[in-house]
């Protein structure tokens, strides 16, 4: 696979949820990668409560149950750290402006 190559650094995310509708679901993962002009890489993870149950149907497609985020806080906790880790840097991903955003934005 040929390297990417761009002039600004690239922040490509993922998002984990308790289902696909932004108005009534929560993250439970946040996965943001940030790739430099240089190549350079790094990597920002976090799980997290997402304060309403997550459906069997979820769990099933990511993995992740309800005893995996108990006691963990909740986005907003994140949210500035997330805020900084992409910095100015453009945003990437697959299909991030139909439900990643909206959901990001929501929380």
């Not at 943001?32 to 993870?45: E, K, L, Q």
Request: glycine letters at 8%.
């Amino acid at each position: 696979m040929p390297n990417l190559e761009c002039d600004r650094t690239v922040v490509f995310f993922d998002l984990e949820t308790t289902g696909i509708s932004a108005s009534a679901d929560r993250i439970v993962e946040i996965t943001a990668i940030r790739i430099r002009p240089d190549g350079t890489r790094d990597v920002w993870t976090r799980r997290v409560n997402p304060g309403i149950p997550i459906p069997k149907s979820a769990t099933e497609v990511h993995g992740i149950t309800n005893e995996d985020v108990a006691g963990l806080p909740q986005f907003s906790y994140y949210a500035r750290e997330l805020l900084e880790f992409i910095g100015d840097a453009d945003l990437g991903g697959f299909g991030v402006s139909r439900l990643d955003i909206p959901l990001i934005e929501a929380e």
